[in-house]
């Protein structure tokens, strides 16, 4: 069964650095690309940015590109997605998912990472 | 840069009945790279439609997707207790994916 774990929940300080992580099972994790999506409390889907792991391609959407990074590491078939200073803003559920390169959609999905970040 | 406006915001049907949800994009867009997600609460998001009209592996067949260009639509045709959800569209292009605001399928 192909299938996306994600890490577990985070609550963290205003400017705080943070790394959470996507570990891919079931599959080959270096032929497909993965994405990241937020989901702000209450609010909608909203695209990242993607990665591909066998050579760490990284495409962001331009209302996150220098607020994040996204990073992968093959030989653990695991992605990250991480902050350097982390903004109440910041506050979501942050989801991974496998992305299908040539017919551009996400499936699966991982289960969520919640990350809470308050004084 | 595309945008997809979903409608409507809000859908208030009851079991048993057709759902009829609208994704449409600012310029045209493939249909081949237009995708329909639900997602329950508390749950991630679920693939239901690739292609525009492709249902994902595992979907009942009362889920449809069709459309070209500018409009799409996902339709449900007899619904089931459990497809009362949120639903979004979603699209590739040009090194940007894009995601409808919604729909918000509630029991009336």
């Known amino acids: 069964e192909v299938q996306l774990v994600q890490s577990g929940a985070e609550v963290k300080k205003p400017g705080e650095s943070l790394k959470i992580s996507c570990k891919g099972y079931g599959y080959s994790f270096t032929r497909y690309w993965i994405g990241w999506v937020r989901q702000m409390p209450g609010k909608g889907l909203e695209w990242m940015g993607i990665i591909y792991p066998d050579d760490s391609d990284t495409r962001y959407s331009p209302s996150f590109q220098g607020q994040v990074t996204i990073s992968a590491d093959k030989s653990i078939g695991t992605a990250y997605l991480q902050w350097s200073s982390l903004k109440a803003s910041d506050t979501a559920m942050y989801y991974c998912?496998?992305?299908?390169?040539?017919?551009?959609?996400?499936?699966?999905w991982g289960q969520g990472t919640l990350v809470t970040v308050s004084s | 840069e595309i945008v997809l406006s979903q409608s409507p915001g809000t859908l208030s049907l009851s079991p048993g009945e057709r759902a009829t949800l609208s994704c449409r994009a600012s310029q045209s867009v493939s249909s081949s790279s237009l995708a329909w997600y639900q997602q329950k609460p508390g749950q991630a998001p679920r693939l239901l439609i690739y292609g525009a009209s492709s249902r994902a592996t595992g979907i009942p067949d009362r889920f449809s997707g069709s459309g070209s260009g500018t409009d799409f639509t996902l339709t449900i045709s007899r619904l089931e207790p459990e497809d009362f959800a949120v639903y979004y569209c979603?699209?590739?292009?040009?090194?940007?994916?894009?995601f409808g605001q919604g729909t918000k399928l509630e029991i009336k």
């Open positions: 979603q699209h590739y292009g040009s090194s940007r994916a894009t």
């Open positions: 998912a496998r992305f299908e390169g040539v017919a551009h959609w996400f499936d699966p």
